[in-house]
Nanobody, 118 residues
Framework: QVQLVESGGGLVQAGGSLRLSCRASGSILSINAMGWYRQAPGKQREFVAAITSGGNTNYADSVKGRFTISRDNAKNTVTVYLQINSLKPNGTAVYYC??????????WGQGTQVTVSS
């Protein structure tokens, strides 16, 4: 099992920045990749960014150049960060942390709210 705890959401003005954190614990050696998804009001959840255990990154086209994903490996935990810059006025969403285990099992965090004010 993998447990994910997100933090860092909040209220931010359009054009501002925010850093989200996701701490993974449990069977962290089984994690192939971790990433972030978001769900805006009335829309489906969509991929934002991901980083593999080897450090390779992938971004949705809509966030390239503005968002940066990174990870910090500790002895018994892995923390993944999402640096969000230049938030757009329509950027309000719940951001979910995701962990993908080898074998294809997904784990999800509880979500953290990012609200953008114009």
């Amino acid at each position: 099992q993998v447990q994910l705890v997100e933090s860092g959401g909040g209220l931010v003005q359009a054009g501002g920045s925010l850093r989200l954190s996701c701490r993974a614990s449990g069977s962290i050696l089984s994690i192939n990749a971790m990433g972030w998804y978001r769900q805006a009001p009335g829309k489906q959840r969509e991929f934002v960014a991901a980083i593999t255990s080897g450090g390779n990154t992938n971004y949705a086209d809509s966030v390239k150049g503005r968002f940066t994903i990174s990870r910090d490996n500790a002895k018994n935990t892995v923390t993944v960060y999402l640096q969000i810059n230049s938030l757009k006025p329509n950027g309000t969403a719940v951001y979910y942390c995701n962990a993908l285990r080898y074998g294809g099992i997904h784990y999800w965090g509880q979500g953290t709210q990012v609200t953008v004010s114009s």
